[in-house]
């Protein structure tokens, strides 16, 4: 029997592990208009995301233009989701939910929330926003504004 030729062995490629907030950075950089409103709060980590993370309750209170978030269904991390506006718009999310992690986003609209201890405190960071109709670009409207409210309110509710 003969021997087949094995591939050459590739060096690792090198890892990069990134904690939730710089990967909401490079996620959002890939996407045209978006921007990534970062700080940091004063209060552990578990505490941020109990609020962060509570799609049908805090969160709702603490992103501005959101009236309400209802999960109509959950695999695990997967998560589809039906996003209220304070305007009645309506918005059928899909994406991952996980500690630390939210990432949603449907033909208009695109959520993105993420948190990472930092010391005794936590960073988080925001994105998301309007879409351009047929492209995965944001509108650039608002985005900070609604980015610096989001971060307000979050450490209003702590």
Avoid: N
């Amino acid at each position: 029997m003969t021997q087949l030729p094995q591939p050459p062995q590739r060096a690792q490629w090198p890892r990069a592990d990134l904690d939730p907030v710089r990967r909401l950075h490079a996620l959002a950089s890939g996407i045209s208009g978006a921007h990534v409103t970062e700080g940091r709060v004063d209060a552990p980590y578990a505490r941020v995301w109990a609020l962060l993370g509570d799609l049908e309750g805090d969160f709702g209170r603490i992103t501005p233009d959101m009236r309400g978030l209802r999960v109509l269904r959950r695999d695990g991390e997967r998560v589809e989701a039906l996003a209220i506006s304070k305007y009645g718009m309506r918005a059928r999310l899909r994406g991952v939910h996980r500690p630390g992690w939210c990432w949603l986003q449907s033909r208009f609209l695109l959520l993105g929330v993420a948190a990472a201890p930092d010391g005794d405190g936590t960073r988080v960071a925001f994105t998301g926003g309007v879409r351009v109709p047929g492209r995965a670009a944001l509108v650039p409207v608002g985005v900070r504004r609604e980015g610096r409210r989001s971060l307000e309110r979050l450490t209003a509710l702590l």
